[in-house]
């Protein structure tokens, strides 16, 4: 716990870690999935477009589970996030 | 692999898993570069005919969103801004693919998207700006997307007139603006409708899906298009699209229609234009499973079939809208993209055809320039 606000380590996909240098997790605070995003965008700008649309909804093929459960249709701001948790970030099957 | 020298042609390729780039001195022997943005598809690219060195590429990841990326080097490096275009949050809609780039009169650039949309950016594709006027157009969510989707996929700027353009959109069809994009006027007069014996009129709504449109190289006030429903001209002062179809295949003589996706003009030749008949919307194939290349060098009155060259039997594939261009030599050379990956081309203005690449993915767009500029 940082600052009141939950420690949380968040995986990347293949496909978006050439905004984080490779790396495929990063440790952040912030008390809500929203506020992840926002941080992770500051630190590695680009990454917040990648993931939410233009209403600030997480994009359509873009899954997110916390600790293996997928948060579904919530909203980045309804998703409360908890010291210790892993987000991890999938993009969906599909396609061909 | 040998720098590209001002002058070698260079055609870009989009496809659904990348973007490929081909070079030439003589329009002979060809180099090719990448696979760029693997696995992504690409729907439109295209080398700034401005400057000659820019490579502008619409790069769709149907997961992590569109983005409109360059490259100045062939493909050496390329840069990716930190977003694309962006409709705005009260508008409710999200892009979620480039259809098309349009270098401007001007240095900026504008982008064609799905969900239909105009696009502008000032500073390279790092920020772009809503064209309201057209967006927002009241109706908007009477708008029906073709068979692709509701996508902008036309932008055609009028040389020497900054304020005028027109877009065509699938399925709400051809928007023209005279006023730099404040106000658009629905162009969509004497098009065949969707129902029997029902012909659209100009600046009223209704249904009709442009394929494309491109103007004539000597006159940008006469345009050819392609629609759903047939193949038109269009110049000043007519008060309507006429349909130009003399010596085009016909497949179904109750409705005589005919149907494709792309049309090109020459790149100097007045009145010279080309498209690729397919069967039908039922089926939309090439015509027999015989490729050819129409070219009428009349405006329209008469089309000829060009197959020298081409697959004439067995050629069951789809030559999209953005899939054939010309580049700006002389003799013209022409280039078209199938669905199943073959790259032909023509060194003579569409006579005699041969095959440039194989194997790649269904092809989405290409465009050829000239490296350097001419």
Known sequence: MVGGEPRVRVWLPRALREYSGGEDTVELSGATLAKVIERLNARFPGLGYRLLDDQGRMRRYVLVFVNEDSVGDAGPDAVRLRDGDTVHIVPSVAGG | ?????????????????????????????????????????????????????????????????????????????????????????????????????????????????????????????????????????????????????????????????????????????????????????????????????????????????????????????????QNHRGVYRRTRGDPAWTIIEKGLPVVNKKDPSSFGFPVIAHPYDRGTAFIVPMEGDFNRVVHKGAMAVFRTTDGGKRWERLSKGLPQKDAWFTVLRDAMRTDDSDPAGIYVGTTTGQLYYSRDGGDRWQLLADHLQPIQSVEAGTFGGR
């Open chain 2, 1 to 225: 692999m040998a720098e590209p020298k001002k002058g070698d042609t260079v055609v870009t390729v989009g496809t659904r898993k990348g973007v490929f780039l081909f070079v030439s001195r003589d329009r002979k022997s060809w180099t090719s570069r990448g696979p760029y943005f693997e696995g992504e598809t690409v729907r439109h690219a295209i080398l700034d005919p401005w400057d000659g060195k820019t490579i502008w590429a619409g790069v769709t990841s149907e997961h992590f969103g569109p983005i409109v990326a360059r490259t100045r080097n062939l493909g050496g490096s390329w840069t990716t801004p930190k977003e694309g275009p962006r409709f705005p949050k009260e508008s409710g809609i999200t892009v979620t693919r480039i259809w098309q780039i349009q270098p401007g009169l001007d240095g900026e650039l504008w982008a064609g998207v799905e969900p239909a949309g105009l696009f502008r950016s000032d500073d390279g594709a790092t920020s772009w700006s809503s064209v309201a006027g057209l967006n927002d157009q009241p109706d908007r969510k009477e708008w029906p997307p073709g068979n692709g989707g509701l996508c902008l996929h036309t932008i055609l700027p009028y040389p020497g007139q900054r304020k005028r353009m027109m877009i065509g959109i699938s399925a709400a069809g051809l928007f023209g603006t005279n006023d730099g994009g404040v106000s658009w006027r629905k162009m969509n007069g004497g098009i065949r409708g969707f129902t029997p014996d029902k012909v659209l009129k100009d600046g009223e709504g209704g249904v009709t899906c442009p394929h494309k449109i491109v103007r004539d190289a000597k006159d940008p006030a006469v345009l050819y298009m």
